[in-house]
């Protein structure tokens, strides 16, 4: 079975400052990953996965993530943090053993001025 | 067009109610699902739907019960809830139900109050 877990249920940045939101994963077999963001009220938007194409992925608004096998990790950043980047991150996986998507927790992201 | 629509926005039933959520997408995908989402929690999976036959149900009770009537649209029809049912409803789709990395699209959700 995959999971991941997210390493901090709140992280506050100022705005301008670089972005990071930590996501490690657990898998006996070649994962998927994915990032989603969902702002208050709404649905989850994807942001960026990673399929074994490249390990860096860069996504929409200027996020990326690297897929780090040593470290089972993927970590999302974006160097210059926007107040409009403020909603809740959930990292996910999924395998061709596991086909449903298993959510992190989530990470709220605050963004201040 | 990757939309997904879902309706209503907002739903509020008493314990003898009986209601209808609708999902629809038109973006040819073979594959539906349906998460509850608490407050401050990640989607927990209820139901796919793979080529409109149901292929998972984790367990959830029988008060709700979905329905495929095509592959653009599913339903969940809700009978008899309780108010923990209360809970942001999310339909999502996808190409097909397989792990190659398919993307799952969401829509806005369905904010469910049980009264």
């Known amino acids: 079975a995959q999971s991941v877990t997210q390493l901090g249920s709140h992280v506050s940045v100022s705005e301008g400052a670089l972005v990071l939101l930590r996501c490690n994963y657990s898998s006996s077999v070649p994962p998927y990953l994915f990032w989603y963001v969902q702002y208050p009220n709404q649905g989850l938007q994807l942001l960026l996965k990673y399929t074994s194409a490249a390990t860096l992925v860069k996504g929409i608004n200027g996020f990326e993530a690297e897929f780090k096998k040593s470290e089972t990790s993927f970590h999302l950043t974006k160097p210059s943090a926007h107040m409009s980047d403020a909603a809740e991150y959930f990292c996910a996986v999924s395998s061709n053993s596991g086909y449903a998507l298993n959510f992190g927790k989530g990470t709220s992201l605050l963004v201040t001025p | 067009d990757t939309e997904v629509t879902q309706t209503p926005k907002h739903l509020v039933m008493g314990m003898t109610n009986k209601k209808s959520l609708k999902c629809e997408q038109h973006m040819g995908h073979r594959a539906m699902y349906w998460y509850k989402q608490k407050a401050k929690k990640p989607p927990e999976l209820m139901f796919v739907y793979s080529y409109e036959k149901l292929s998972i149900n984790e367990s959830v009770p029988s008060r709700f019960s979905p329905e495929c009537p095509n592959s653009s649209l599913l339903n969940l029809h809700l009978h008899a809830l309780q108010p923990e049912d209360s809970a942001l409803y999310l339909c999502?789709?996808?190409?097909?139900?397989?792990?190659?990395?398919?993307?799952?699209?969401f829509g806005p959700g369905t904010r469910l109050l049980v009264l």
């Open positions: 999502a789709s996808s190409q097909e139900y397989r792990g190659d990395g398919e993307t799952q699209y």
